[in-house]
């Protein structure tokens, strides 16, 4: 029985809107005040640097062309508008994963394994060689090299899970041990294949703490968003097929406890 792809979607959207809102709110709360300060910070330092320019020059005020309010606002927005792109995205590879299995079989295990996979594939192996900066840190020269690293990064990880996944299924025959040690060591040798890959281009001039502060919150609304993608695609997924199981025989006597 093939698995309906348009529930799925529905599905999708649901919970992806949900997780980007969770995320959103949570960076707001949590992650804009850090990046407040580090937006501060970078002022100060590029206003240092070109202090002997702006005594032989005017000084130029430049209005920001959004206020911090308005890009707060612009942050969960953007967050759920990730949020519902990414429950597409999730929707149509659950229903190819799953394309040869009923569509009510198990829809909570298997919600909770996609969602750490994808947070694995697309977040924790790319975040762990190329962890998040704050605001104004790197040249702007080499952007569009930053962004070929993370896609390459963020596409071997889709890869290995990929990976990791026809190995589980291969080794059917063995004991659920040898198949989940074989899942691990594929995720291994996929973070050795990222760190391969060349290193940050751009110097990080931020204080320590202030930059580890940033990445573990950067790193845990990622973890917070696939928790509650989980978590709703699961739920939905259960509502769904309660609906659609089948009624008990008239007459048939209940179970004993």
Partial sequence: MSTPVLPLLGRGLAAGGAA?????????????PLMDRAIRLEEARSAKEHAHEAAATAVQHHEELFSRSTQHVGLVVTAVVAGLA?????????????RRTAPGDRPWPRALTF????????????????PANPPGVGDSGTVNNRQALWLA????GVLGMVLAWQIYVRLADRSVPVRQIAVAVTAVA??????????NPDEVPVAATLLWDFRILSL???????AVFAAVFGSLGLR???????????????VAA
């Fill in 20 to 32: 980007g809102l969770a995320a959103g709110l949570f960076s707001l709360l949590l992650a804009e």
């Fill in 86 to 98: 990414l429950g597409i995205l999730f929707a149509l590879a659950y229903a190819l994963v799953h």
């Fill in 115 to 130: 969602a750490t996979a994808a947070f694995l594939a697309v977040s924790l192996l790319p975040g762990l060689r190329y």
């Fill in 153 to 156: 990064a963020v596409v071997i």
């Fill in 190 to 199: 996929t973070l050795a294949v990222l760190f391969a890959l060349p290193g």
């Fill in 220 to 226: 845990a609304s990622h973890a917070l968003l696939w």
């Fill in 240 to 254: 769904a097929a309660a609906r659609t199981a089948p009624a008990p025989a008239p007459g048939s006597a209940p």
